[in-house]
């Protein structure tokens, strides 16, 4: 069995809107009530998943979820703004809140294990998991896999967003670093301790190569409601902000000694400022490891536009570092709704034999997903409409097809 890192990216769903509806995240406050572009911002992620495929990685794919989601406005019994709203999002979109993935490798059954994340903080995800369970458990129904529904609430866990794994190869065992957060003032912080320690548990992770780390509260005050818009990991590079862990000292001392050789590439806030690293998302890049065996920042173009990032970025890749290429995408309308390269993808580490084909990419079906949003996808969405039963019909619609292009309208029609 061949195993390889797998990016299985959300495709932008056509109710794609800027409701606003994420406390604490700062991008999408900020455009709250602007127009979205579900057909662009479909189209920019899955040229992001091309780009990927001809880099030589391998690309997965997860899809919208039913839009609005009925079942669960007749289970609450109410509609009215903010609920229909919570209804309409597109949120799964950002496919590194999907779930929580320990490679095979690192298990004690030796399976790749997922654990669907129950994303209990915000309202408008909360419902998200149940969609997310049937799409994993046709993916991944092979099994060399182990899929488990979400953690319980009202222990929040938000999935591989707050979840790393470094070590020397992706069939060696590694070390698993679970983020979580205690405060960020008037923000909450959205990843349990004690969620954390449960999806470890269940994975059957070693103990003595399992890391529990506290994300900064100035990190989650300033607006990095997850760990990877303040640190991303890849082989055995983590790339950090200054400020992103509570005591690094400790976590940086525990990561050299499980991993002697372990390189930590930290920004100092002297460079990038938190508010500066946070509204380019700077971390929030794919940090990868290219066949030719160097590594490289999938970044989005708000990252190189910027002064002081694009400036800090040039040096690091001049230097003797490990991250040798920096590679720009175009991802404006999730960055505009606070999401960028990394959210949108889910890392598994498999052998792609094992997953069912349906949810794996070459560039024949980019094509013909392409061609469908713009056909299907609404070009346009003012979140004051959310509830025409025009654009209603047409996200329905869209989704539909969809689902019947990939021949999963069985499966994954309600």
Known sequence: MTLVEINFDGLVGPSHNYAGLSVGNLASARNAGALSYPRAAALQGLAKMRANLALGLPQGLLLPHPRPNTRWLDALGVSHAPVDAWAMSAAAMWTANAATVSPAPDTA???????????????????????????????FAHPA??????????????GAAN????GPAHDAPGVEVFVFGRSGGSFPARQHAVASQAV?????????RTLFVEQAPEAIGAGAFHNDVVA????????????AFSDKEAFYADLHRLLPAVQV?????????????????????????????EQALILPVEARDHDAVGGYLAELVAGNGPIRRLIFVDVRQSMANGGGPACL??????????????????????????ALVR??????????ALTDPALVADILSARARLLDALDLTTALSD
């Open 375 to 384: 056909h299907a996808w609404p070009e346009s969405i003012d979140p004051a």
């Open 265 to 293: 590439v930290e920004v100092p806030a002297a460079r990038v400022s938190l508010a500066d690293a946070i509204a380019t998302y700077l971390f929030n890049a794919q940090l990868v490891t290219l066949p030719g065996g």
């Open 232 to 243: 991303v990991a890849d082989r055995l590079t983590l790339f950090a902000h200054e400020q």
């Open 200 to 208: 470890a548990a269940r994975h059957g992770l070693d103990p003595e």
């Open 345 to 370: 993808r889910l890392r598994v580490v498999a052998d792609p034999d094992t997953v069912d084909p349906r949810f794996l990419l070459d560039e024949a079906k980019i094509d013909r997903l392409e």
């Open 163 to 166: 979840h790393m794994r470094l």
């Open 109 to 139: 059954d030796g399976r790749c294990h997922l654990t669907v994340a129950n994303l209990v903080t915000m309202p408008h995800r909360s419902h998200e998991w149940p969609n997310t369970l049937r799409q994993l458990r046709i993916a």
């Open 145 to 158: 896999f182990a899929v488990h529904e979400p953690v319980p609430p009202p222990l929040g866990d938000e």
